[in-house]
């Protein structure tokens, strides 16, 4: 069976790199291609919609899904918890459909995030160092606010980690009460630090991404995945353990 895609945001890096996987996958199909000028309705009678396009947009785009009875998966950052809740709460009333929703379709990343959930319990003290390409318009990536939800999660018996001198703007944002500082330069793909400390050492979890060929494999495993999902799923590592 084929699956048709409709792909949003199929000018931009993400879009452009689904359309090529698309393209070259025997159980998949391009149903339509939209960019920001492209009404919503194009997306009427493909099997699932891929959201690549701005976190601002996104919303908008899996509500345009789910009125027409189609499943979505999203690519974009920007989905806080807040969002992610009514979004599950919405699902519940619609059983038959699903959305997953993927920060980074790396599967180093998705490592590197458990590996920093595990560290958490470990260390009091943390932050989150991530860098982006400067043509990323939002911050922090959508990659470091689930990892320091995942941390802060993985602390709840143990309480935040301390985080000195909060009320300073150059000790970064807080999220989930970890300080998350975001660079947007050029020449840089995509790379996030964690840094722990503790008494009289420090670790440091690194991810690096040098090519958007690193997304590829999460990329399909999601497209394969997302048309028979129900509810709401978040993060490629929910596929992965499946």
Known sequence: MVTRVAVVGATGRMG????????????????????????????QGSDLVLDVRAPAASP????????????????TSGW????????????RELPDLGVIVVPNFSI?????????????????????????????????SGTAIRTAER??????????????????????QQVASIPVHSLRLAGVEARQEVIF???????????DTYSSRAYEAGMLLALRAAPGNHGLLVGLDALLTR
């Open 80 to 91: 806080s918890a807040e969002r992610l809740a009514t979004l599950e709460q919405r699902l």
């Open 197 to 207: 400390g503790g008494t009289g050492e420090t670790l440091r979890l690194t991810h």
């Open 16 to 43: 452009r790199l689904a359309l090529d996987l698309i393209g070259d996958a025997p159980d998949l199909e391009v149903a339509a291609t939209l960019d920001s000028r492209t009404p919503l309705e194009a997306i």
């Open 108 to 140: 180093g990343s998705v490592l590197a995030t458990r590996c920093a959930e595990i560290a958490a319990t470990y260390f009091d003290s943390a932050e989150i160092v991530e860098a982006h390409h400067a043509g990323k318009v939002d911050s922090p």
């Open 60 to 75: 908008g785009i899996v509500d345009a899904a789910l009125e027409r009875g189609i499943p979505a998966l999203v690519g």
């Open 151 to 172: 941390m802060a999660a993985a602390r709840r018996e143990l309480g935040p980690v301390a985080a000195p001198h909060a009320d300073q703007r150059a000790r970064g």
